[in-house]
C-alpha cells in the first residue's frame, strides 16, 4: 500500500485526509503539535491496525521537523503539506500584529518549506514521488480582485503568506523536478472547518474525496501547477 | 506643486527617482537609513532628506508623525535582494524572515502610517517597487527567497487596492526593470535614468482604474 504523511492532521482538513487514506488501507504518517489533545485522530490511529500512527511536530519548529524525518526513514508516495494558520478577518488594514505576520509566515511558508526539504529524500524513493501544497483561492492573485467584493481585501498575512507559498510551489516543482518528484499547490475550496467557518458551502469528505483524485493522477507533467479540489487548473 | 515620498532614496532607482521628480517641480521627501553618506541625495535641490530605516516601524511611526502634509505619491521603493541567491539547499531562513520584513512588511507598515498623509494629497497613489521575479508562474528554479518576498508584494498591493479603493486611492505593483544599480549589476538592460523616468510616467498616469495591477517600467502589464 501506498504511504501519505499529512501535516496538521488533527482536526478540519488535515483530519479528513488521514480518514480517507486510513479507510483506504494507505499507511498514513499524520503529524500535529499536540497528539496527547488530538482525541479524532487518536481514534482514528487506533482502528487502523497500525498502518496510521501520530506524530508530535510542530512543523514551525526547524528542529522538530528535522528529527520526525530523521525518525520516519521510510517511502512516502504523497507528502501533503496541510497545517496552516489564518489571523482573524477583524485584523486588517490599521490592525496589523506584525509579530504574527511573521508566525504565519512561519507555518505557512517555512513549515512547508523545512518539511519538504527534510522528506525530499524519503518522497524521491516511493513509487508517486507527489508534494502537495494546501493553497487557498483567497492566497490567489488573480482572484482576489476588485470584481469580487466579499474577497477584496483583509487577510493580508494569510494572503501574502498563501501568494509566497505557491510561489514556493514553482520554485521547487524546477528544483525537484530532477529528482522526479512532483510538486503541486491544491485549493480545497471553502469547505466547512474551524478555519473556513459553519456557513462554508463544502464539507470536508467532498473537498478531500476530490483533491484525492487529484493528487492519485499528479504525474510530472503537472509539476509546478495548481489544481482546485474539482480537478480544474486554478489561476495564480 | 505634487509631493512623492521615496524610501531607499540615497542610491540607485530611489535616488534618481528623487532627481527626475525634484527636477519637475515636485517637492521630493527622501528617505534613507544613513543621511550622513547619502551625498547625491542631499545635493539635489527641492529634496528634503529624512532618515528611516523601513524595518523600525517605531521609527515609520514618528516620521508619520513629524510629516504632517499630504503625500501624493507613496514610492515604497527599499528594498533587498540576498547575495548569494537563497534557495532550495542553501536556504538561510533567519535572511528569509528579515527580507519578508524588507520586502513585503515594510511597504505595507509604509501604507499604513502614511495612508492619511496619501488620502489627504490630490493623486492619492502608493507604488510598490515589485520585481519580475515575483511573478509567480514563472517556471525558472532557484531565488526563492527573493522571489517569495514579490510575491508576497503583489498580494500586498492587490489586497490593499481593495481595502483602499472607497477611500479613492490607487495601489500599482511596478517592475523597475533589469537595471544598473548596487543590485541589478553592472551588465545590467537599462540604466536608472530610463527606469525612474518609465516609472514616473506610469505612476503620473495612474487613475483608480488601474488600481491592484502589476505592471514594468515601459507600462506593459505583467501576470501573476
Redesign the interface.
Known amino acids: 500500500m501506498p504511504s501519505v504523511l499529512v501535516t496538521g492532521a488533527n482536526r478540519g482538513l488535515g483530519l479528513e485526509f488521514v480518514r480517507q487514506y486510513s479507510a483506504e488501507g494507505w499507511r498514513v504518517f499524520a503529524a500535529c503539535r499536540s497528539p496527547r489533545r488530538a482525541d479524532d485522530l487518536n481514534d482514528l490511529a487506533a482502528a487502523s491496525r497500525g498502518r496510521t500512527s501520530v506524530h508530535a511536530v510542530d512543523v514551525s519548529d526547524r528542529r522538530a521537523v528535522r528529527s520526525l524525518a530523521d525518525e520516519l526513514n521510510e517511502p512516502i508516495d504523497i507528502l501533503i503539506n496541510n497545517a496552516g494558520l489564518m489571523e482573524a478577518w477583524s485584523e486588517g488594514f490599521g490592525q496589523i500584529d506584525y509579530a504574527k505576520w511573521e508566525a504565519i509566515l512561519r507555518t505557512n511558508l517555512f513549515g512547508p518549506a523545512w518539511v519538504t526539504h527534510a522528506f525530499a529524500p524519503h518522497v524521491a524513493r516511493s513509487e508517486r514521488k507527489v508534494v502537495a501544497m494546501m493553497t487557498s483561492g483567497l492566497g490567489s492573485l488573480t482572484e482576489n480582485a476588485d470584481g469580487n467584493r466579499n474577497a477584496a481585501g483583509k487577510l493580508y498575512m494569510y494572503r501574502s503568506s498563501k501568494a509566497a507559498l505557491n510561489m514556493l510551489v514553482t520554485k521547487l516543482a524546477a528544483d525537484l523536478r530532477g529528482r522526479g518528484i512532483t510538486v503541486v499547490a491544491i485549493g480545497p475550496g471553502h469547505v466547512q472547518t474551524d478555519m473556513g467557518g459553519p456557513t462554508a458551502k463544502l464539507k470536508p469528505p467532498e473537498s478531500i474525496g476530490g483533491l484525492r483524485e487529484v493528487l492519485a493522477s499528479r504525474t510530472i507533467e503537472h509539476t509546478g501547477r495548481y489544481f482546485f479540489y474539482t480537478g480544474a487548473p486554478q489561476p495564480w | 506643486m505634487p509631493t512623492i515620498l521615496i524610501t531607499g532614496a540615497s542610491r540607485g532607482i530611489g535616488l534618481e527617482s528623487a532627481r527626475q521628480h525634484a527636477t519637475d517641480g515636485w517637492k521630493v521627501i527622501g528617505c534613507c537609513r544613513n543621511p550622513a553618506s547619502a551625498t547625491e541625495l542631499k545635493k539635489i535641490p527641492g529634496v528634503s532628506v529624512h532618515a528611516l530605516d523601513v524595518t523600525r516601524?517605531d521609527a515609520v511611526d514618528a516620521l508619520a508623525r513629524d510629516l504632517d502634509q499630504p503625500v501624493d505619491v507613496l514610492l515604497n521603493n527599499a528594498g533587498q535582494s540576498p547575495r548569494p541567491r537563497l534557495?532550495?539547499?542553501n536556504?538561510d531562513?533567519a535572511q528569509?524572515?528579515g527580507l519578508?520584513?524588507v520586502n513585503?512588511?515594510a511597504p505595507?507598515?509604509m501604507?499604513?502610517a502614511f495612508?492619511d498623509h496619501v488620502r489627504r494629497s490630490e493623486r492619492r497613489i502608493i507604488a510598490n517597487v515589485s520585481s519580475i521575479m515575483?511573478s509567480?508562474?514563472?517556471?525558472?528554479?532557484?531565488?526563492?527567497a527573493y522571489?517569495?518576498?514579490k510575491?508576497?508584494?503583489?498580494?500586498?498591493t492587490?489586497?490593499?487596492?481593495?481595502?483602499?479603493?472607497a477611500d479613492g486611492v490607487t495601489v500599482l505593483s511596478i517592475h523597475p526593470g533589469w537595471v544598473r544599480t548596487d543590485m541589478g549589476g553592472p551588465t545590467a538592460a537599462i540604466s536608472p535614468e530610463q527606469s525612474a523616468a518609465g516609472m514616473k510616467k506610469l505612476v503620473e498616469g495612474a487613475t483608480p482604474a488601474i488600481?491592484?495591477r502589476f505592471y514594468d517600467w515601459t507600462g506593459s502589464e505583467i501576470?501573476?
Open positions: 516601524f534557495g532550495f539547499g536556504m531562513y528569509w524572515s519578508f520584513t513585503t512588511l505595507f507598515k501604507a499604513e495612508h515575483g509567480i508562474g514563472d517556471t525558472s528554479g532557484g531565488h526563492v522571489r517569495s518576498t510575491a508576497a508584494l503583489n498580494m500586498v492587490k489586497t490593499l487596492a481593495g481595502d483602499l479603493a488600481s491592484g501576470p501573476w
